[in-house]
């Protein structure tokens, strides 16, 4: 069935390090999104990611889809304990032409040591 | 935007009954969705809430364990039938309002503990 596979699982770094996370769909996706959830708390929608090659910034974050629209990665620098939570790519596999039915990676789990 | 309101926030249930979750959004969205989440682990859609008709099931959950309702544009139901230890979980309502971002928003989750 169609997939969504995360890498690393979990990310443990001290506060100033770099920190990124890796996606890859086993097929092609016409988008990508990515979300943050907190301990405790529920997911937040971060960016997404349409073209071929994009990149996209947010502050320390950066973004990146692949040029074949099979891999994504997210990007933080100088981490921040702010930053920590589990990390999510989520594409859209609806039947029908839906955009909207995502299906979640297994998400980062990133700690941040202050 | 979208606020999404749900309740129960959490609770503990006995084996064999049932519980329904309520999820109400502040404003008119396209889409309505159900996921579950497994303490630590990813999310898995349940099903799409159609408004007026019959949710749509992905593979793996059906009707009769998971009963959904939509009877209007910002509500939704989502019943966990004759409930068992595997079915403790986190339950999050979620949805869309079809902008160009595709983004979803989440309600704060449903954890329910089945003893």
């Known amino acids: 069935g169609q997939q969504v596979m995360q890498i690393p699982q979990y990310q443990h770094v001290q506060e100033g390090e770099d920190f990124t996370t890796y996606c890859n769909s086993s097929t092609t996706l016409s988008n990508i999104q990515w979300y943050k959830q907190r301990p405790g708390g529920h997911p937040v929608f971060l960016i997404q990611?349409?073209?071929?090659?994009e990149v996209k910034k947010q502050k320390r974050l950066t973004f990146q889809f692949g040029e074949a629209k099979k891999n994504s990665s997210l990007h933080i620098t100088a981490t921040q304990t702010t930053d920590v939570g589990t990390y999510f790519c989520?594409?859209?596999f609806g039947s029908g032409g839906s955009n909207y039915k995502l299906t979640f990676g297994k998400g980062t789990l990133l700690t941040v040591n202050p | 935007s979208a606020v999404i309101s749900q309740k129960p926030s959490r609770d503990i249930c006995q084996r064999g009954t049932s519980l329904t979750i309520q999820c109400q959004v502040d404003?008119?969205?396209?889409?309505m969705f159900w996921y579950r989440q497994q303490p630590g682990q990813s999310l898995t859609l349940i099903a799409t809430a159609n408004q007026g008709s019959e949710a749509t099931y992905e593979s793996g959950f059906v009707i009769d364990k998971f009963p959904i309702s939509r009877p209007n544009l910002t509500f939704s139901t989502l019943t966990v039938s004759n409930m068992s230890p595997e079915d403790s979980s986190i339950y999050l309502c979620?949805?869309?309002?079809?902008?160009?971002?595709?983004?979803?928003?989440f309600g704060e989750g449903s954890r329910l503990t089945v003893l």
């Open positions: 989520a594409g859209p």
């Open positions: 404003s008119q969205v396209t889409m």
């Open positions: 990611l349409v073209k071929s090659g």
């Open positions: 979620s949805a869309t309002t079809g902008g160009n971002t595709g983004e979803l928003f």
